[in-house]
């Protein structure tokens, strides 16, 4: 499948990293530490998978889905920078809470970097997040801004929709197990707009979805797998065994409830209401961006 190893590939990357430095009640890593070894495991296998994105002749783009935060360890940054220089690296892109400072962007290629922030209410201060927002803005940094549908979150929302610099995306998550009655639902969509395609998961078995053909997730080992979701492996990265396996296959499982697996679902259209923003969850156009 020669022709395959051409195609433009979209790369999940999960390392060991299981740190955080914060506390939400909703996350089982909140304040987690790794050891010094799993922390050196984590560079070392952070590097060998840039060193592979960056040796690769055919487009590639790379979303850090990191357990913990990964932006407040260098390499995480590094990695960031070092590939957003990649010729063909389409977009590299991470989820971060923005606890950390933004002022190593200024090292990066903003036509291919893009930041996938989290607000989360209670772990730290409204100014100091809303701060690095306007920060990223005026240095031109690509990102998105996200916070969890919980009810007591809704008035930090409205204020946060509301401070935005113009022209960037709040997106709201369901919060998991929350069932939103019409009212509520409402009241997050005048926030978000695409929030109904969050609020409840989808029906996915069945169904054709290019993980495993053109996106596919990897581990700190090179072990690739058609999407975090999906246990089965498909081969390894760094021996080329995964290139056999990328082939259309449709969804294993009932049902599909996060961002970064439903968005890949053909069925969902969200590849046209993402256009250029995919990984870094910016849609191509809403009434009120």
């Known amino acids: 499948m020669d022709h395959q190893a051409k195609d433009h590939l979209t790369i999940l990357y999960r390392g060991p990293l299981a740190s955080c430095d914060y506390a939400c009640p909703y996350c089982p890593f909140a304040k987690r530490?790794?050891?010094?070894?799993?922390?050196?495991?984590d560079r070392a296998a952070l590097e060998r998978f840039t060193e592979w994105v960056s040796c690769q002749d055919h487009p590639i783009s790379v979303l850090f889905t990191p357990w913990g935060e990964g932006l407040v360890r260098s390499w995480y940054r590094r990695a960031l920078t070092e590939l957003s220089h990649v010729p063909h690296v389409e977009r590299v892109a991470?989820?971060?809470?923005?606890?950390?400072?933004?002022?190593?962007?200024?090292?990066?290629?903003?036509?291919?970097l893009a930041l996938w922030a989290t607000y989360h209410p209670g772990e730290v201060p409204y100014d100091r997040f809303l701060g690095k927002c306007r920060e990223l803005a005026e240095r031109g940094v690509r990102y998105s801004v996200g916070i969890v549908g919980k009810p007591d979150h809704l008035d930090a929302a409205r204020r946060l929709r509301d401070d935005l610099p113009t022209g960037t995306y709040l997106w709201v998550n369901a919060a998991e197990g929350h069932v939103y009655d019409d009212a509520e639902a409402a009241s997050w969509t005048d926030i978000d707009p695409l929030f109904p395609v969050s609020r409840n998961p989808h029906p996915s078995r069945g169904l054709a979805c290019r993980t495993g053909e053109t996106v596919v997730s990897v581990d700190g080992a090179g072990t690739v797998r058609r999407c975090h979701f999906v246990p089965a492996v498909l081969g390894n990265l760094y021996d080329g065994s995964f290139r056999d396996a990328l082939m259309p296959r449709?969804?294993?499982?009932?049902?599909?409830d996060c961002h970064i697996g439903y968005v890949h679902l053909v069925s969902l259209g969200l590849y046209d209401t993402f256009a250029g923003g995919v990984l870094e969850r910016i849609p191509a156009l809403l009434d009120r961006p």
Do not use: F
């Open 250 to 256: 449709p969804c294993p499982l009932g049902k599909c």
């Open 33 to 41: 530490r790794d050891t010094p070894d799993q922390l050196r495991a």
């Open 94 to 112: 991470i989820q971060t809470n923005l606890s950390h400072r933004v002022s190593w962007t200024s090292d990066a290629d903003l036509n291919r």
